[in-house]
């Protein structure tokens, strides 16, 4: 078994008791890079001339890891996976990065995105799109999609991501793998190219949920640089999982859970939704409590449209200094303004565009009580509905998604509204600020498919002790992705 | 004239200028003149950037709301105002709306405006950060990111001002206060302050306190000093009774006009129905922060006296004039002098005359700022020591000051290496004079045929001896004294 497939643990060991050296591991991982490249496009750079790293006593030490593109990082190319940026080359690294890279974690790649990060397929990087490494035809979802498809072939142990909608959670999902972003703030988002800055998290994609709680120990902490962060340091994410949950209390929402809300469902998504009940029958045998609640669907069939009003408008703003003129290829024209719809015109992919057009709509004095207050509004009421049952629950669990990864081909996936809802419910998790984790639960016909857990702002060490207690007594732990044939 | 009554609101502009980083980064605030030197990556909006608040910049925002009277928010917020232009790195600029609330809302300032006071509401006073520069060249431009962030106090009064002189009155009053509380040095040579400038006319014979009697608001953008408000609320008055004189006021829209120093014109920017929207919404990396009550207490006890408050204790504790005082109190760094030259225990009206004869002739004449000169407050109380002891004469006191100034030498070095002193003592002054009288016999028989006026001849004798440290007045009651023996 290669030592990029092993646990972080396992590969701390291996370095240890010199097993293996750090060039070794580089070695491993970068020709890894190169095969998952070749099949799945999966990065935007990779490093083939990083230099080894020290073996300390820090678990992460001389280890290889992956950077999602959107990450600031000195004199190594830094895209976001836009045409804007193609040539960028930052000269400093994001706070996040600069905590991994102390510890001695060696960095491999830069990994292929959704263009900054808008989008949830991982069709539109400039550098082409990022096959799902369990079925070529099917996407990784995104947006950290190459950082996905990387973790689940067994690059490396894990790679950093980041998180506006669900950009880690169903990624993660759709690769078989673990996705968690930390509480709002935990992690600095400084050196993190903006998409919306009230909804953007940190955090990572790794395959066991103990590796990403080593990670983020190592990528967390208070940052002058970045005024929505917040002292963590007695928060121990590691150290803190025991994998004891007895009298713990979780919940799911009947409208997004029972397949009866669900007339038109396809095979997939009874599957889907009959696995998650086992593994919620599982959650009873070790111990932890299990209610089904009730939210009237009017809201929850809000949620998504309120994430779209919300980021687009931010978005609009945070990309507004994208004019090609202190970075950036810079426009041809006239004036500067001339110069400036050259830049943006040739470097914005027609996605991002049209976002851009809904949130200047959206925040036009005309239409912003409307659609931009009202859509804050919505906001609070979500989390509002959130926090009141973290009163009575530890956590929130609930399937992601309508079942495993969708094919590329859009043509071929069932159109279903019936589960807009069930597809976009982990955007609350961004407007609350929620710690929140995917974990894989299951598969369907040879795919993965997976769970998600949120919890209260802050709470962070028991939602990934619940999320380990479960992953611990199901069998997709560790796993690496194999190409399966079916159809 | 008289026909119509001017209204005048100011939006007015004013860096501040005593933190030591801008607003939103931690570059440092200061005026540099090579372009780009003072720029941190937030400045210029390197992808992953953020803000974060200089906590000096908002408590002397608050002290200037404490001081115009407003009322200060209890939650502190910041807006993003989003529009592109070369000079706006991050295509949107943070700053404060009205709501929520800003640093200071609803307030009012009381100002002299020549011997009268006059009033004027502030409608609001906000925090935001300065764009950067940019120069315009016939083939390219140069932007200068040195401003970019630097702190900026943005006042907007209600139209409450009804010509130009209170209008520049209004404006020299809040430079004092800015200056005093030391928020800004205020100087506008540096871009500090800038104005706009609102300007409507109405009949006179209708009531201003009904707005719906108000005439059509101008507004003129980017005013860059006094005189150019002034020049401009001119111009812009007489433009305004001349549409109505023709009868076209009417017709005119709700516009925005830029100033023209070269021309001394308005000079038409956009109508009203083309303004742009700024898409205002909360600035998401700023997370919302409570104003403390008792950090409001310590501001407010950390206010110094103001030019008025100083004014007063000069003219009643000290009994300075009020020309006197208003001289003194004119540019904090006078005032300030002034306090600590008494503060060596000198008569405050001796100080004053030594301030405002000499030192400020010599400030005038040479463009100078009173920080800009060799002679301390202590240095100049250390020579008016001497004069009043009588160990120098005044004439003598006043040549040692502008020799001190003019070659930045302490004033008690060059009395003591010139030997510059007062022969006072009876003995020493009587010596000179009979010598003198011995040498000048022909003197003594003139004097005794009536031209007394030859004493003056023999004073000047006893000086050139002495060369000039004898007492005069001692040496001519003295020659006289001795002639008359004779």
């Not at chain 1, 807009?420 to 894989?440: C, K, R, W």
């Not at chain 2, 000169?373 to 120098?392: C, D, H, N, W, Y």
């Amino acid at each position: 078994m290669a030592y990029m497939e092993k646990s972080i643990e396992e590969i701390h060991e291996a370095l240890k008791n010199k097993e293996v050296t750090s060039k070794e591991l580089i070695e491993e991982s970068i020709q890894k890079s190169k095969e998952v490249q070749k099949k799945y496009n999966a990065f935007v750079s990779i490093l083939e001339d990083v230099e080894e790293a020290e073996v300390t006593d820090h678990l992460l030490s001389a280890i290889p890891y992956g950077i999602k593109d959107n990450y600031s990082t000195k004199g190594i190319l830094s895209t976001g996976s836009s045409n804007t940026l193609k040539d960028y080359i930052p000269f400093f690294t994001a706070t996040a990065i600069e905590n991994l890279n102390k510890k001695g974690a060696v960095a491999v790649n830069k990994t292929v995105m959704d263009e900054f990060g808008m989008g949830g397929t991982g069709t539109t990087g400039h550098t082409g799109i990022v096959k799902n490494p369990w079925d070529p035809s099917r996407m990784c979802a995104g947006s950290s999609a190459g950082s996905a498809c990387a973790v689940a072939t067994g690059v490396y142990p894990y790679a950093t991501g980041s998180d506006t909608g669900d950009s880690i959670r169903k990624p993660a999902a759709y690769c078989g793998i673990v996705g968690y972003k930390p509480t709002y703030g935990m992690i600095s988002r400084y050196g993190l190219f903006p998409f919306a800055s009230s909804l953007d998290h940190c955090g990572v994609l790794t395959r066991s949920v103990k590796d990403a709680a080593i990670v983020v120990d190592a990528m967390k902490g208070i940052d002058k640089n970045d005024m929505t962060t917040w002292d963590s340091k007695d928060i121990h994410l590691y150290d803190s999982i025991t994998g004891n949950v007895q009298g713990k209390k979780v919940c799911y929402i009947k409208e997004l859970c029972d397949i009866k809300q669900y007339p038109n469902a396809s095979e997939e998504l009874k599957e889907h939704l009959k696995n998650f009940h086992q593994q919620l029958d599982l959650c009873k045998t070790i111990g932890i409590e299990v209610e089904e609640i009730s939210i009237d669907s009017k809201l929850l069939n809000a949620i998504a449209s309120t994430y779209v009003v919300i980021s687009c408008a931010e978005a609009t703003s945070n990309m507004s200094n994208l004019t090609g003129i202190i970075f950036g290829p810079r426009g041809e024209g006239d004036n500067y303004i001339d110069m400036m719809k050259d830049y943006r015109t040739k470097g914005f992919s027609p996605l991002i565009k049209r976002r851009f057009v809904i949130g200047s709509y959206v925040l036009q004095a005309q239409n912003k009580d409307r659609y931009f207050h009202n859509a804050q509004r919505v906001r609070r009421l979500l989390v509002d509905t959130w926090k009141e049952l973290y009163k009575t629950y530890d956590a929130i669990i609930l399937p992601v998604g309508s079942g495993p990864a969708k094919y590329l081909d859009g043509s071929l996936d069932m159109l279903n509204e019936d589960t807009a809802a069930l597809e976009e419910h982990m955007q609350v998790g961004n407007f609350g600020g929620f710690p929140s984790i995917t974990i894989p639960d299951g598969f369907i016909n040879g795919l993965p498919v997976a769970l998600n857990i949120t919890g209260n702002c802050y709470d962070d060490e028991n939602i990934l002790n619940i999320a380990y207690a479960l992953e611990s007594n199901m069998n997709y732990k560790g796993q690496i992705a194999k190409e399966v044939n079916h159809g | 004239m008289d026909k119509y009554k001017v209204l005048i609101g100011l939006e007015m502009h004013c860096e501040i200028s005593k933190t030591n980083t801008k607003v939103f980064s931690s570059a440092e605030n200061s005026y540099k003149e090579i372009p780009n030197t003072n720029v941190r990556p937030v400045d210029m909006a390197f992808p992953g950037t953020l803000p974060v608040v200089n906590k000096e910049a908002i408590r002397k925002s608050l002290m200037a709301s404490i001081i115009l009277g407003c009322e200060q928010p209890e939650y502190m917020y910041f807006e993003r105002k989003n529009y592109y232009y070369p000079d706006l790195p991050k295509g949107f600029q943070i700053t404060q709306e009205t709501k929520p609330a800003p640093v200071g809302i609803y307030g009012e300032l009381e100002f002299e405006c020549g011997k009268e006071n006059k009033k004027v509401r502030i409608n609001n006073l906000h925090l935001e950060e300065d764009a950067a520069s940019s120069d315009h060249y016939a083939s390219y431009s140069t932007i200068d990111y040195n401003r970019a962030g630097v702190p900026l106090l943005e006042l907007v009064t209600e139209p409450d001002l009804h010509n130009a002189d209170e209008a520049v009155a209004f404006l020299e009053t809040m430079r004092s206060i800015y200056q005093y509380a030391d928020i800004s040095e205020a100087d506008s040579k540096k871009g500090q302050i800038r104005c706009d400038v609102n300007v409507s006319i109405m009949d006179s014979d209708l009531d201003e306190k009904d707005s719906s009697n108000w005439g059509t608001k101008i507004e003129i953008k980017n005013v860059n000093s006094f005189g150019g408000v002034r020049d401009a609320i001119n111009y812009e008055i007489e433009r305004q009774i001349a549409k109505k004189e023709d009868g076209t006021y009417d017709d005119m829209e709700q516009q925005t006009r830029r100033w023209d120093e070269e021309s001394g014109k308005t000079i038409y920017m956009r109508s009203k129905v083309d303004a742009i929207d700024y898409k205002y919404f909360v600035e998401p990396n700023i997370p919302k922060f409570k104003i403390a009550k008792e950090w409001i207490e310590e501001i407010k006890k950390d206010i110094p006296k103001l030019a008025r408050e100083r004014k007063d204790i000069y003219k009643n504790e000290y009994g300075l004039s009020d020309y006197d005082a208003t001289i003194l109190v004119k540019e904090k760094d006078i005032s300030d002098y002034f306090d600590q030259t008494i503060e060596e225990n000198i008569d405050p009206k001796i100080a004053s005359n030594w301030i405002s004869s000499i030192i400020l002739g010599h400030l005038n004449k040479n463009y100078l700022s009173v920080q800009d000169i060799f002679v301390t407050p202590k240095m100049l109380a250390q020579l008016i020591e001497l004069v009043e002891g009588k160990k120098i004469s005044s004439k003598q006191g006043k040549e040692v000051l502008y020799k001190a100034l003019m070659e930045e030498k302490e004033p008690t070095k060059i009395v003591e290496e010139e030997d510059v002193r007062q022969i006072g003592d009876e003995d020493s002054i009587k010596q000179v004079v009979l010598e003198v009288l011995k040498e000048q016999p022909q003197a003594i028989v003139q004097y005794q045929s009536g031209r007394t006026n030859i004493v003056d001849f023999l004073v000047g004798q006893v000086m050139k001896k002495t060369r000039g440290k004898a007492n005069p007045a001692m040496t001519r009651s003295m020659m006289i004294e001795e002639i008359e023996k004779r």
